[in-house]
């Protein structure tokens, strides 16, 4: 249960921004909170496995690039059609200015 | 508790609206009447997804059967309105049932524009439905001659398709080059080279003198005095809107059922929404359109929802488009024919957007093309500079370096 993995550094996402981390055959959406926080998701829609890092964060919202399903990214909540699936959220803590997510 | 709502159409748009009633706290009763038996589906996906599928594609639906279920939709699919009463306030369905409305919504869609010289033709086809869909695609075989007549989207999405398949195929467009309708030159050439590339065959200024059936396949005799034989020809030449009942029902039509900037027709208790409508498009000064766009239609579905429910809100929204060919994804938000010069802006990876400005410096389109959704962040950030009226400075639009996020903070 503690699998931490970095994803990336803490200056390479902006800030109210996302970017894709891909691991173990997996891919997951990493974000950057207009407060300065970091989240992480699955990186996937949960409409049409599209990236959600190709996506656009507004506030603590990021919505898909193709059909504009809309998620939380901090509590991975579904904010309505077309999506109404939640998205899986992974743990982050931030060390040293590395982004680290717990996989497990 | 009123006599209820009614909705005519049980695709995109009339799906929408009737969970929208009830998002909106509607508890009356909703009746979705569909002419298709399937649960409403996805029709995106048809040209594209369930065209090259490893599985036998099954129809995506819109919503699980159990959420019509939860919410007290009453869906009546493989139906048809035949009439409706507007004095008495109610629909008539081809098996005789009756049906009262306090609201009406039409969301009837378009069909595809059928083109005469075809008629007699069965080795002639257009996509709509499911069924349409499962019919095409197999007949796209290693080999197989398939000729696409009109370089619109569902016509050059299906090309992509067939070729992905090892079909041999041709696009006949009779203007001069494809997409002339809503989709910028410069796009267009990107998606035309990406086409030849992979072997497709694209004749542009080309028109169609006759069909010629034989047993398994047809020959198509061309303006130019060539002759193609096809063991399939497509029609993808557009659509036109479903409106006749409307029409017969005494409601003001033209290209499509009239609506105000509510959505409301001629009858203030009958609105009309998505594909099928022409309406004012208020981020150009209420320009009157008639839009065939799959984002379009939910919005519209849900306006027109809290709409019936007395919500008097105008419509407002930019149009936005996606085609999908190959790896490239295309996104459009707003029209582009607005625009009278275009600002050019590359991301990288062969992906960029052109800005599309009106004489006064105003932003009204923004067209976009590269690798998967590589263009799909800053067309939207743009949609929303467009939305506001914004003029941004051409400089910072041409330098992907300036992030259009903070011109939306300015």
Known sequence: MSNWVEACTSDDIDEEDVMRFDHAGKTFAVYRSPDDKFFATDGLCTHEHIHLADGLVMDEIIECPKHNGRFNYKTGEAKGAPVCINLKTYPVKVEAGKVLIQLG | ?410
Not at chain 2, 63 to 81: Q, R, Y
Not at chain 2, 179 to 205: S, Y
Not at chain 2, 355 to 368: E, K, N, W
């Open chain 2, 1 to 410: 508790m009123d006599s209820g709502m009614v909705i005519i159409g049980a695709g995109e748009c009339g799906v929408r609206a009737a969970f929208a009633l009830r998002e909106n706290g509607y508890d009356g009763p909703v009746t979705l009447i569909g002419t298709e038996k399937h649960l409403p589906y996805e029709r995106p996906p048809l040209s594209k997804e369930a065209m090259v599928s490893e599985d036998h594609p099954a129809p995506r639906t819109i919503a699980a059967e159990s959420l019509f279920t939860e919410k007290n939709i009453d869906f009546v699919g493989n139906s048809t309105a035949t009439s409706i009463d507007r004095e008495e306030k109610r629909v008539t369905l081809e098996d005789g049932r009756k049906i009262p409305y306090a609201r009406l919504l039409f969301a009837t869609g378009a069909i595809p524009r059928p083109l005469p010289l075809a008629a007699g033709s069965k080795h002639c086809t257009t996509l709509r439905s499911f069924e349409d869909a499962v019919a095409i695609r197999a007949r796209f075989q290693p080999g197989a001659r398939i000729v696409i007549v009109g370089g619109g989207f569902i016509g050059l999405e299906l090309a992509a398709s067939a070729r992905k398949r090892g079909a041999t195929v041709t696009v006949i467009e009779a203007q001069s080059r494809i997409m002339m309708r809503g989709v910028p030159e410069e796009i267009a050439r990107v998606i035309d080279t990406r086409h030849r590339d992979e072997g497709v065959t694209i004749l542009c200024d080309t028109g169609i003198v006759s069909f010629a059936d034989a047993a398994d396949n047809v020959a198509i005799t061309l303006s130019t005095g060539n002759v193609i034989v096809a063991d399939l020809a497509i029609i993808g030449i557009g659509a036109t809107p479903v409106a006749a009942l409307a029409e017969a029902s005494g409601l003001e039509t033209g290209n499509g059922v009239v609506v105000n900037d509510w959505l409301q027709t001629s009858d203030p208790d009958i609105y009309a929404a998505g594909d099928c409508c022409i309406f004012p498009l208020a981020v150009y000064g209420g320009r009157r359109v008639r839009l065939e766009a799959w984002r379009n239609a939910q919005e519209q579905g849900e306006l027109a929802a809290r709409n019936m429910l007395g919500a008097q809100e105008p419509h407002q929204a930019v149009p936005w488009f996606w085609s999908d060919q190959y790896e490239l994804g295309l996104q459009v938000a707003g029209l582009a024919d607005e625009g009278v010069r275009t600002i050019r802006r590359d991301l990288g990876d062969g992906a960029f957007i052109l800005f599309h400005l009106a004489a006064d410096g105003r932003l009204v389109a923004a067209s976009g093309i590269g690798p998967g959704n590589s263009v799909a962040k800053d067309i939207r950030l743009a949609e929303m500079l467009i939305a506001r009226g914004a003029r941004p400075d051409s400089g910072q639009l041409a330098t992907a370096d300036v992030k259009l996020k903070s011109l939306l903070a300015a």
